[in-house]
């Protein structure tokens, strides 16, 4: 079952449009990862450490409406489900009730090794026990 919810609000600047006026997809997918990064700082887990990262292994998405300049948007981001070494994210971006896309992501643990290379690496305990308050709440 799904973590409780976490909402990362947020508005769109002028920036995050395209030549139609709307938010082009792509600041969408940064408006997901910025709540990432925002639910792991509340939690006192770096995202992005001196030898430990969390790259994305899978994306999909649907957009189901546009969002525009300085609409106030609200990320809502659940865990979904903590694997040896990747946890798999449920989003949905609001306007209003208005759900303007929806989707799923897995990120994976990984350390940067010697060698400089980049592997999958199971979650540190401290961490995993962290997830899975998420998901018992």
Do not use: N
Not at 28 to 37: G, N, S, W
Not at 111 to 130: F, K, L, N, S
Request: some cysteine.
């Amino acid at each position: 079952m799904p973590s409780e919810a976490f909402i990362h609000e947020r508005k769109a600047a002028f920036g995050d449009t395209d030549a139609a006026g709307i938010v082009h997809f792509s600041r969408m997918l940064d408006y997901v990862e910025e709540a990432e990064h925002a639910r792991f700082f509340q939690a006192g887990i770096p995202p992005f450490g001196s030898d430990s990262r969390w790259p994305r292994l899978r994306l999909e998405v649907d957009f189901l409406a546009p969002l525009r300049f300085g609409d106030e948007v609200q990320v809502e981001l659940r865990l979904e489900r903590i694997g040896t070494s990747s946890l798999t994210f449920d989003f949905q971006i609001r306007l209003d009730r208005t759900i303007c896309a929806r989707g799923k992501w897995v990120v994976c643990h990984s350390r940067i090794g010697a060698d400089g290379q980049m592997r999958a690496a199971p979650i540190p305990a401290e961490h995993r026990a962290v997830f899975e308050g998420w998901l018992a709440a």
